[in-house]
């Protein structure tokens, strides 16, 4: 289809050109300009082609071109299938009707602007992404030459736009990782601060009861010790209690070092986490939450053994002032 602009006024002492000869100047440009040839005054006859890639799937080109053409009376472009746009320059003495038909023939699909045209002028033709044929005509009388330019190339081309995607993925999969390794870091220090005051409450609950149960077991040991036998038996089960509250003790702090360790463990995964590569992280996440799942398990097993120490206590002293009773009387 044509896509018809209004013909200038001719101005005064202007002379057709017998051969109509149209000087143009051709240029691709995609944020930066990238001339793909030029064609001088007399010139037109020859075929030129551009080397190089194709222009990227997406991008938009910029065909920027001059004429210096008194004679030329409209200009006009078709865009054909493929791809190719052809550009029309009509000249003086050409058949009214054709004229008329260029313009009824004008619609939708027509990759066409620009401005009427003087003695002088320019204007800009957008083509669209592909290997297009942009073909200048110069129609004098029923002949007609025409110079074409196939434009394979832009200034950025398919692996430049390529590249710059590929990068924006790499640093949006960066920016995920990162939060993942501070989500996984604020997790740790959570349980950290949850587990602590729990192995330090479970101590310090301990030790009093440990305290106690002794400081109760001693009057009862020795308030009878008038009687050898009373005093005796007291005196085994006091130091009974004794090495057995200290074996306790030892397993209790025994349990608390092994939730250090396993905190140990779970900052380690941590740290290896924030500094692993996507490929590394699933594996590093697991063993994290493994030396996670080992420090709870750590802590159940500290609060069980102190549990179990202080009832064993209890049921000592209690057997031990039975057993003293029974005897003393």
């Known amino acids: 289809m044509f896509s018809r602009v209004r013909s200038p006024t001719r101005r005064a002492g202007d002379k057709a050109s017998p051969r109509g000869t149209v000087a143009t100047t051709t240029a691709v440009s995609v944020e930066d300009a990238f001339v793909i040839g030029a064609l001088h005054r007399g010139q037109i006859g020859p075929t030129y082609k551009t080397a190089g890639r194709k222009i990227p799937a997406g991008s938009t ?29 009509v ?37 669209p992404a592909g ?8 129609v004098s009388g029923w002949s007609e030459r025409t110079v074409s330019y196939r434009v394979m190339s832009c200034s950025r081309d398919a692996l430049e736009m390529e590249r710059e995607r590929m990068a924006a993925e790499a640093a949006r999969a960066a920016r995920a990782a990162e939060e993942e390794a501070a989500l996984a870091r604020k997790q740790l220090l959570l349980s950290k601060a949850e587990m602590q005051p729990r192995c330090s409450r479970d101590a310090a609950e301990m ?37 057995r509250a200290a074996v306790e003790q030892a397993e209790a702090q025994e349990a608390l070092a092994a939730c250090d360790r396993a905190e140990a463990e779970a900052e380690a995964a941590a740290a290896a986490a924030a500094a692993a590569t996507d490929e590394e992280r699933e594996d590093l996440e697991a063993a994290a939450a493994a030396a996670a799942r080992r420090s709870e398990e750590a802590r159940r097993v500290a609060r069980k053994e102190v ?23």
């Open 61 to 89: 080109c910029e065909m920027s071109f001059e004429l210096d053409c008194a004679s030329v009376m409209a200009w006009s472009w078709e865009e054909r299938s493929g791809g190719d746009v052809v550009f029309k320059a």
């Open 91 to 127: 000249l003086p003495g050409l058949d009214r009707d054709f004229e008329e038909e260029l313009s009824r023939a004008a619609g939708p699909g027509v990759a066409a602007e620009g401005a009427v045209l003087s003695a002088h002028t320019s204007g800009v033709l957008r083509v």
């Open 131 to 138: 290997s297009v044929m942009l073909t200048w005509s110069n």
């Open 207 to 243: 030790q009093p009861r440990c305290s106690r149960d002794a400081a109760e077991m001693q009057p009862r040991c020795s308030r009878d010790s008038r009687k050898p036998l009373a005093s005796s038996v007291a005196s085994s089960f006091a130091a009974l209690l004794q090495e």
């Open 307 to 329: 549990a179990e120490a202080v009832a064993a206590d209890k049921a000592a002293i209690a057997a031990g002032a039975a057993t003293t009773g029974q005897r003393s009387k």
